[in-house]
Each structure stands twice: as structure tokens, then as C-alpha cells.
């Protein structure tokens, strides 16, 4: 817990509470200070309790703990998103060169598939084949052999399904919604997990697997969206309607769809836009 006890004692005293207010049946007070000046480590036990008494998610507390950065897969993924939103090829290229060319032996699972989740997305953007069969091996044993999907498998998940095969891509989701069910009362999870159904809901549409489309529009409804969840609500709407068009052809699906479009313009999200004009420019075109 290297600098935990430093960065516990500024936030308690940012909330004035004293040693004695944090302390208590769990913790004495000596225990608390010692941790304090780095003295001596706190049982995760002891440590989840110290939090709750200055009511600080463990969450909020990790992010200062990593100067106020995200985790490492956050950050890539906030680096591909603006490469992609800028088909910034060349830029995409140096981040696969730089990852491959660094490790941490402590992470080396977690870095070939962060390198694999890169690949992916670069061969997307650049239509050039950068991943192999043995890549979507890894990625695929890795993702079945967790038995509870986190923030990181989530993550990686959905950034990478549009690569795997459909048999591969069902069975897995299927798995993910049984095997994240603990977290989902999580806000952040729920949000993750309804992203994935979104993401999986339209591609099976693209890849004309109607039946298995609605498994997924089944779950998304369960999700029963709030009014303030708009992202999902939206991306949801465009994709029912794109399901409507696949499925019946119909004009008026193609007019609902530029709608959902209009409001992301509306609202100056004009990279999500961008990325569904095209979306629908090629369905058009096919």
C-alpha cells in the first residue's frame, strides 16, 4: 500500500475528522496513526472500514492514489477513441509500436491483450490486417476463463466482439451478462454492461443474425433506461430502427435513424454523429 496511508490522512483531514473519529472497535487509534506515516500496512479488512469512516468509495481513493489517472486500460481506450474520431492511422501505428516494445512483467497477461485490443481497432481503422488467429485465441481463452467479469473485462470485451466469430461472440455474451450479474448494481458496471448490449444488439443486426438480435434487444430493455441515461437511450432508438430496416426494409427506419443522428448534433456530439452517418451511409450503400 505504498503512499496509502499519506493519501488516507489528507483526505481525513480534508474532511476534518480526527484520528479518534475514524477509529473505533475495528481500528485504534495508534494503528491508524502508524498506518498514517506509513509505519506499517492495514488488513484490507481494516482498510475498506477506515474508508467507510471518512465515506470515501475505494474507487475515488485508487484514483488518487494513481495521480489522478484513470487505470491503464482507460487511458489506451481514451487514446484509440481519439485517434479513431480523427482516423488518425499513422498515430494508432506508433501506440501498437510503443506498446510492443514496452512490458511489465507484473501485467504481462493484461499488456498482450491491451496490445491485441489495439491491433484490433487499428486493422478497423486502417483496413489492414494487423491480428492473427492466434491473437482472438488468447483474447477469447482469457475472457472464458474469468469467472466474474469486472471493469476490465467489460472494457475489453466490448471493444473487441466485432472481431470474434458469431458462435464465439454469442457464447460469451451470454456468459458476460451471467458472470457480471453480481456488479451490476454498480453504476459504473450497468453503464459498461448496457454499452456491451448496445454494441452486440448491433452487430448481429450488421451481421443479419436477427434471432439473436433480439436476445440482446430483450436485455436492453431490461435495462429499463433512465431519462438521463440519453446516450443509451439514443444509441437504443437508432439501433431498434436499424433492426426494423434490416428486418422490413422500410423508409421510415431510415428517417427515424437520421433523427437520432439530428440529436446527437443537436446536443454538439459531433464525433458520435459523424461515426453513425457513416454507420448508416454504409448500410445504405449495401
Known sequence: MENFGKIFRKFREARNLTLKDV??????????????????????????????AINMPIDEFIYATNDFHRDDLNELLEKIRSFIANRDIDSMEALLVSYSETNNDNKEIFHKLNTILIKIRLQDLSHKVYIDKGDLEYLTNYLFSVEFW??????????????????T?????????????????????????????LNAYITCIERSELIDALYFEKQLNICSFTEIEIYERLVFQYAKNFYKYRKLNTKQSIIEMRKCIGVMKLVSSYHLALTFEEHLENILRK
Open 150 to 167: 469486472g471493469c476490465y473485462e467489460l472494457l475489453l470485451f466490448t471493444n473487441t466482439l466485432d472481431f470474434l466469430n458469431h458462435k
Open 23 to 52: 477509529s473505533g472497535s475495528h481500528l485504534s487509534i495508534s494503528q491508524l496513526s502508524r498506518f498514517e506515516n506509513e509505519e506499517t500496512d492495514l488488513t484490507i479488512t481494516k482498510f475498506m472500514k477506515a474508508l467507510d
Open 169 to 197: 461472440f454469442m457464447i460469451l455474451s451470454r456468459e458476460m451478462c451471467r458472470r457480471s450479474d453480481f456488479y451490476k448494481e454498480i453504476p459504473n458496471n450497468r453503464r459498461l454492461i448496457s454499452i456491451m448490449l
